[in-house]
């Protein structure tokens, strides 16, 4: 054989032994993930921006979804504005995860932060509420028309920085909760038919309050108040069942400036824990006990820019994921896994948007929960989580 002959035939060798080794290690690679329970058995598809909720770059604050025109389809709300006047929209699902027919809400422009739904005068049509940054916040009552033009108001003219939604005086019908940056918070009652001239305060003028979680914290079957903070701890508001929430807990740091907060037994121990995303430092869980005290704690890893966290069992398999929603940096997902550990997986590396608001739902109604992102100042963004 000729020397070149030989070399020709000991390169091909080489490369044929070398792409074994590369498999080899990629099958170790695998079994080895798989067996200490870090194998990702979901992945979450955008499509390269496809999958959008609208092509407008608005000032986004947050996107809520339910069944608008109740065809069983989640539709999305669409808040935008927050401090500068742009307008709401309302878009409906085509019942395959697509958002191709959007309608305005209301006929003038808002500075919006929340906007979300439900029958609040019990006519069988879901109306819609939006929550305001210093203007008067607004209620949409939902027709045959389903138009949205015109509004009554609602609660005080205040920065209000969030809304939910509760029955929290157990009388039937939805009441309206709102959450105030340096403005004392709202539990707006309904009458029954859509009024809300009676109000509960709680918390004070000097709170900055960014979230209100409403869940039945401490098990006695009413609903309680959990509040994310900036500048000051978070809070527990409990409900004795009178809607007087004067027993408060504190936990948190006071340095740690909270934007957003969700719930979940993340240990299963049969107690609810309370996920903290922090804007500037490490996102924390507060797992809870008996006492109520939520000292003992769990920190990630890295310092973040966290505006919106959101907690979800997106892979179905028992335990509780966690999506983390970033202000300027890549989001992630955390998978919850059976050591009490969590897998982290990035979504679009090549995005870096402000990411305000992270929602959760079934959009495509394949049983799976996807992840809505709200971006100020760029599209707003779903990701299908898909079965691989």
């Not at 006990?289 to 028992?318: H, P």
């Not at 994921?321 to 979504?347: A, H, P, W």
């Amino acid at each position: 054989m000729r020397p070149y002959s030989a070399l020709l035939a000991l390169t091909k060798t080489v490369a044929t032994i070398m792409r074994k080794i590369r498999v080899y290690i990629i099958i170790f690679a695998s079994l080895f993930l798989s067996i200490n329970g870090f194998s990702q058995d979901v992945s979450f598809l955008n499509a390269d921006g496809f999958f959008s909720i609208g092509t407008q770059s608005n000032r986004t604050a947050s996107i809520s979804l339910s069944d608008l025109d109740q065809d069983g389809d989640l539709d999305a709300l669409v808040a935008n504005g927050r401090h500068w006047a742009e307008q709401n929209y309302l878009f409906y699902n085509d019942g395959k995860g697509g958002f191709k027919m959007a309608i305005p809400i209301g006929n003038i422009l808002d500075a919006s932060y929340a906007v979300k739904s439900a029958d609040f005068n019990n006519d069988g049509f879901m109306d819609i509420a939006v929550a305001n940054d210093n203007i008067d916040n607004k209620l949409f009552f939902g027709s045959s028309d389903n138009d949205f033009d015109k509004g009554i108001s609602f609660g005080s003219i205040s920065p209000s920085r969030n809304l939910e939604i509760a029955d929290i005086d157990n009388d039937g019908d939805f009441d309206l909760i709102l959450s105030n940056r340096k403005a004392e918070n709202e539990i707006c009652l309904n009458d029954g038919k859509g009024n809300f001239e009676k109000i509960i305060s709680f918390g004070s003028q000097s709170d900055q309050t960014i979230q209100t979680k409403i869940i039945d914290i401490n098990k006695d079957g009413f609903l309680d108040l959990i509040t994310a903070e900036r500048q000051t701890k978070n809070k527990v508001y409990l409900n004795d069942g009178k809607q007087n929430f004067s027993k408060k807990i504190e936990f948190g740091n006071e340095e740690d400036e909270t934007r957003s907060i969700d719930v979940g037994d993340f240990d299963k121990d049969g107690y609810l824990d309370i996920v903290t995303g922090n804007l500037g430092s490490k996102n924390i869980i507060h797992f809870g006990d008996k006492e109520m005290t939520f000292d003992r704690t769990f920190e990630f890893k890295e310092d973040r820019m966290t505006s919106s966290i959101k907690v979800a069992d997106l892979d179905k398999d028992g335990n509780l994921d966690i999506v983390e929603g970033n202000s300027e940096e890549r989001n992630y997902v955390f998978m919850g896994r059976e050591n009490g550990k969590f897998q982290e997986i990035g979504l679009r590396e090549d995005l870096n948007d402000d990411t305000y608001n992270i929602e959760i739902g079934d959009l495509n109604s394949d049983g799976l929960l996807d992840i809505i992102e709200s971006n100020s100042g760029s599209w707003n963004l779903y990701y299908r989580t898909q079965k691989k």
